[in-house]
């Protein structure tokens, strides 16, 4: 576990950061003796350094940080973050696993909670939802969008980004504009956010916790989890964090009326139904 939060943070480490990643990758540290003074003076940085670095990971203390490297420690065997040439299904699946529930436990925080908050009320405030993504966000843009319609919201996405640029511009304040963008700071994503600006459209953006254009222009803003390093089980992670956090608005979304979300989604499912029925040819005989 604390292999992966040093993944996600590389890129926007200092200096005595990165040189203190550096040496819990190449060093054994023993728990037992290893104090944040210690550990400053092997390595020439403040104590307060030390200390800094482990709450910008995410733990509450220094004594915490140490029982993160013995539980990791009494693991029986690390699992390799890459796939391997010809490994068997089974590891796969197992490196899969770890993988996914590292990225998720990563993307859980104190701080998603009220972002999660934060993007209900956005939704609930909305006359009109309008999705702008690019690449393999356009994917989870749908996901999201999908669910909202079952929610009897008016939701626009799609796929072309020059139509999407257009609904934007046909937008209000009144409106909600939701960027997904790993980055936060393509042409087309800035393009997005101008567009929102002259138009003073709130923004949901869903984004890395990197410092970005899109971070910052965003109303709220939901933070996904991505690795720092590239690998071939790299975008897989980006999905699944960012599944991970649309997943969350919508349930929160959904408890917030739940009869009234209960009563739409049941019409959303029997008119889908109705319609791939009579795309076969299947009619109800008192309906023709």
């Known amino acids: 576990m604390l292999q992966s939060k040093m993944r996600t943070m590389i890129q926007r480490c200092s200096k005595s950061e990165l040189k203190i990643i550096e040496y819990l990758r190449n060093q054994t540290i023993d728990p037992k003796v290893m104090t944040s003074s210690l550990l400053g003076k092997q390595l020439g940085i403040s104590q307060s350094t030390i200390i800094r670095f482990t709450q910008k990971l995410g733990y509450s203390s220094f004594r915490a940080f140490l029982a993160d490297i013995s539980l990791s420690s009494q693991a029986a065997s690390e699992i390799d973050d890459n796939i391997q040439p010809m490994e068997d299904t089974d590891i796969t699946m197992n490196r899969l696993f ?18 999660v908050d934060a993007a209900v009320r956005l939704l609930k405030q909305a006359r009109r939802v309008v999705f702008f993504a690019v690449g393999g966000s356009s994917n989870m843009a749908e996901y999201f969008a999908t669910h909202l319609i079952r929610y009897d919201l008016m939701v626009n996405h ?16 009144d409106d909600l504009v939701i960027i997904i963008s790993e980055s936060g700071e393509t042409d087309e994503i800035k393009k997005a956010i101008n567009a929102c600006r002259q138009l003073n459209v709130p923004i949901l953006g869903i984004t890395d ?14 933070h996904t989890v991505i690795y720092s390093i590239n690998d071939n089980l790299n975008i ?3 999905r699944i964090s ?3 956090v649309i997943d969350l608005v919508v349930l929160a979304l959904f408890k917030t009326d739940l009869e009234y979300y209960t009563e739409h989604i049941n019409v ?3 008119n889908l139904l109705r319609q791939y029925n009579r795309s076969r040819g299947w009619h109800v005989k008192g309906n023709q």
Not at 107 to 115: C, H, I, K, P, R
Not at 158 to 173: K, M
Not at 209 to 222: G, P
């Open 98 to 115: 770890s993988q996914y529930t590292d990225v998720m436990k990563l993307t859980m925080s104190d701080a998603l909670v009220e972002q």
């Open 158 to 173: 799609n796929y072309d980004i020059h139509t999407s640029l257009y609904l934007i511009t046909q937008c209000t304040e």
């Open 209 to 222: 916790r990197r410092k970005s254009t899109l971070n910052e222009a965003s109303s709220a803003v939901l």
């Open 236 to 238: 897989l992670r980006l």
């Open 242 to 244: 960012q599944m991970f």
């Open 268 to 270: 959303s499912d029997f």
